[in-house]
């Protein structure tokens, strides 16, 4: 059973919105930092939103503060990525994890980060 598995991508037009969710399972207590990535074709993957699960603080990438929200529901083990006033510059694939240290979180300090756990990915679509 894969541990963490993304749903909710698709197409969208410019302007318009979309929300993916990663629904997990059986995660380390010690990955308390959980976020969603993204990589566009010829580009390095970056970080877009990170949120820490034992209390909540989120964390978002200057290049989509304002349009994206993250969120967490424990009792559905699911994060969400709430996804406004699309760009295609948005378009990318998105890839949820679950680790100690994405964006702003950062549990245990950048020389004790834990490897990231990695969900399979899905394809965000914007169109102009």
């Known amino acids: 059973q894969q541990p963490m598995v993304e749903s909710g991508g698709g197409s969208a037009q410019a302007g318009g919105s979309l929300r993916l969710s990663c629904a997990y399972s059986e995660l380390p207590s010690r990955l308390s930092c959980v976020g969603w990535f993204r990589q566009a074709p010829g580009k390095e993957r970056e970080g877009v939103a990170a949120?820490?699960?034992?209390?909540?603080?989120?964390y978002v990438a200057d290049s989509v503060k304002g349009r994206f929200t993250i969120s967490l529901d424990d009792a559905k083990s699911t994060f969400y990525l709430q996804m406004n006033s699309l760009k295609p510059e948005d378009t990318a694939m998105y890839y949820c994890a679950a680790g100690s240290r994405i964006l702003g979180c950062d549990v245990y300090g950048p020389r004790r980060a834990l490897p990231l756990e990695w969900g399979q990915g899905t394809q965000v679509t914007v169109s102009s």
């Open positions: 949120i820490y699960t034992g209390g909540g603080s989120t």
